[in-house]
């Protein structure tokens, strides 16, 4: 069971350090290239749909959530459900950390 441990253990280093690392760089230079600096390029946009005030869209019908309400929603929710989720992952594996000033 310990080689079997070994070889599990081996192949996920290997794995993780030579073959997913390289491929997630290599397709960020792939991407970035392809839609021509997006990352970059489009910040000036993102603040201006940030910061409208505009309550109406372009055919004249009100929003009923604004741009910026829109992100705040959408980053709560991946915040949130990440915490949540780390929380349980964490006094799965190992516990809650016992106190050191307890009693």
Known sequence: MESLNNWVLAAGDALWTW??????IALGIWFTVRSGVVQFRMVPE???TLT??????????PQSVSAFQA???????RVGVG????????IAVGGPEPCSGCG
């Open 52 to 61: 409208d005030k505009t309550p109406c869209d372009e055919s004249g019908k």
């Open 19 to 24: 073959i997913v690392l390289p491929v997630v």
């Open 46 to 48: 993102m603040f201006r």
């Open 83 to 90: 915490n949540i989720a780390g929380v349980g992952t964490a």
């Open 71 to 77: 992100f705040t929603i959408s980053a709560a929710s």
